[in-house]
């Protein structure tokens, strides 16, 4: 099995696993929310934002709208990569689509983060939506893993002009020599029967 054949066979994986990962991305967040209180992991939180009464369906469907703003940058980015994938499948490595994938994929990466700070304080308030004056809470969060994003966003981006120079370099050498003109041609072919002539001539005096 060649290289290439390798390549497309894991990228045909890879696209396979991010699709589902698409399509699974609303219902996990529609899930969380609607069996947030038997999460324990989040059930201290609950107890130090929510009112007494727990969550109303109102609050859950309202938190799910605001939680899909990162849920949609993140369909965004699988999405971009399914294309590239696909591409990847196809045989297709240095194309313009595929330089093109790379800054999409590059600013999804960005995106992440101003998402994340948006999603983190409306979430605190409508938690505390139902909580009598003075109980309502605005929480901003700035994690490593955001960070992590626009670091690995910015080099994605400066890799995707540096493959679109790339690119527009090789399309100039290969219009910088073009091909022969069928004067030209006609030429050399002349040339080559004149020298195949002379070469069977034979030589004064050879008998």
Known sequence: MGNRQRISRASHRYRLVLTVMFW??????AAVWCFYDQLPQ???????LASEGGLTPVMRAL??????INGG??????????????????????AAENVLCCKQLSNALLWWVPAGII?????????????????????????????TALVVGGI????????????RLS??????????????????D???IEAAAHERRPEPGVV
């Open 24 to 29: 699974s991305t609303p219902a996990l967040h």
């Open 42 to 48: 989040t059930s201290e939180f609950l107890q130090s």
């Open 63 to 68: 938190a799910f709208v605001v939680s899909m």
């Open 73 to 94: 940058v993140m369909m965004y980015g699988m999405w971009i990569l399914i294309r590239l994938f696909r591409l990847y499948e196809a045989g297709i490595f240095f």
């Open 119 to 147: 999603v983190t304080p409306l979430t605190s308030l409508i938690l505390t939506m139902n909580n009598p004056p003075g109980g309502h809470a605005l929480q901003l969060s700035l994690q490593s893993a955001d960070i």
């Open 156 to 167: 994605l981006r400066v890799v995707a002009g540096v493959m679109e120079d790339g690119r």
């Open 171 to 188: 399309g100039r050498s290969r219009t910088a020599l073009p091909e022969p003109t069928q004067v030209q041609r006609a030429r050399v």
């Open 190 to 192: 002349d040339e080559v």
